[in-house]
């Protein structure tokens, strides 16, 4: 894999199964954190609007997957309306390494032990390029919002 031999292994292994999955990259690991939007944005030079957070938020006991926009926050209400459920509320790091593998900051949007609920935020689309986290919180990778959405098997909702 060209490009990744410099990653750590958990990224490693990320970038390895996106690329079984077609998504080009690159992939790209830095010695400062990008655990969050803003500090990910700051490392590539690029609006925070464009960094694909991969949060994980508990819908009636259940983990679900929210891809969205590093430039905004998720309306849990709307989330609750647009699901119809119950109880909405974001994961604990507990709950976010059971149902990844991965802990919060890193968690990519592949790789986990078991297929999840994914849902993507559509304003997403609205960037050529995105980048998402790559399995630890100082690794990211480039990808589109047709790509994303596609090896994710997630369904497009307006968070």
């Given at each position: 894999?060209?490009?990744?031999?410099?990653?750590?292994?958990?990224?490693?292994?990320?970038?390895?199964?996106?690329?079984?999955?077609g998504?080009?990259?690159?992939?790209?690991?830095?010695?400062?954190?990008?655990?969050?939007?803003?500090?990910?944005?700051?490392?590539?030079?690029?609006?925070?609007?464009?960094?694909?957070?991969?949060?994980?938020?508990?819908?009636?006991?259940?983990?679900?997957v929210v891809?969205?926009?590093?430039?905004?926050?998720?309306?849990?209400?709307?989330?609750?309306?647009?699901?119809?459920?119950?109880?909405?509320?974001?994961?604990?790091?507990?709950?976010?390494?059971?149902?990844?593998?991965?802990?919060?900051?890193?968690?990519?949007?592949?790789?986990?032990?078991?297929?999840?609920?994914?849902?993507?935020?559509?304003?997403?689309?609205?960037?050529?390029?995105?980048?998402?986290?790559?399995?630890?919180?100082?690794?990211?990778?480039?990808?589109?919002?047709?790509?994303?959405?596609?090896?994710?098997?997630?369904?497009?909702?307006?968070?």
């Open positions: 894999m060209a490009g990744t031999e410099d990653l750590h292994p958990s990224a490693l292994r990320v970038a390895s199964l996106l690329e079984s999955l998504a080009l990259g690159p992939f790209r690991e830095f010695d400062v954190p990008t655990k969050t939007a803003a500090d990910a944005a700051t490392a590539l030079g690029c609006d925070v609007g464009a960094i694909a957070s991969t949060l994980v938020f508990m819908i009636d006991a259940q983990p679900v891809i969205k926009s590093g430039g905004s926050r998720t309306d849990v209400d709307r989330l609750r309306e647009l699901l119809k459920a119950n109880e909405v509320r974001q994961a604990t790091s507990d709950e976010v390494r059971a149902a990844t593998g991965q802990s919060i900051g890193g968690v990519s949007p592949v790789g986990w032990p078991e297929p999840l609920r994914t849902l993507i935020d559509d304003s997403l689309s609205r960037f050529e390029r995105l980048w998402a986290a790559c399995g630890t919180p100082n690794a990211v990778f480039a990808t589109s919002y047709e790509e994303l959405r596609r090896i994710c098997g997630a369904a497009p909702l307006s968070l």
